[in-house]
């Protein structure tokens, strides 16, 4: 059994910085790629970014390319994302999932395990 935990949401202010982390129970953290997607209000699940079992592939969301960074350690089972010059726009609940596979994807059915989510809300 897998779960995902992630934690790092809040209220901040346009502009600000915030790290979302999630944590994974289980075995072989280390062999599937991870990602994050975001839902708003009324809006359907997106994908925010990704990333392979080893780091050294990585994929982003043309909205938040520039600004958000996702990182992962294999010894802590944890991935990141750390999130600069937050807008209203994102504001969302953030979910990181784990990949079907080794690679960073950014299809949402590519991923079998989901978290519960944790809020962002960024105030203009």
């Known amino acids: 059994q897998v779960t995902l935990v992630e934690s790092g949401g809040g209220l901040v202010q346009a502009g600000g910085s915030l790290r979302l982390s999630c944590v994974a129970s289980g075995r072989n953290f280390n062999s599937y790629g991870m990602g994050w997607f975001r839902q708003a209000p009324g809006k359907g699940r997106e994908f925010v970014a990704s990333?392979?079992?080893?780091?050294?592939?990585?994929a982003y969301a043309d909205a938040v390319a520039g600004r958000f960074t996702i990182a992962r350690d294999n010894a802590k089972n944890t991935v990141y994302l750390q999130m600069n010059s937050l807008k209203p726009e994102d504001t969302a609940v953030y979910y990181c999932?784990?990949?079907?596979?080794?690679?960073?994807?950014?299809?949402?059915?590519?991923?079998?395990?989901w978290g519960q989510g944790t809020q962002v809300t960024v105030s203009s």
């Open positions: 999932a784990r990949g079907r596979t080794a690679q960073a994807t950014s299809a949402w059915g590519q991923y079998d395990y």
């Open positions: 990333i392979s079992w080893r780091g050294d592939t990585d």
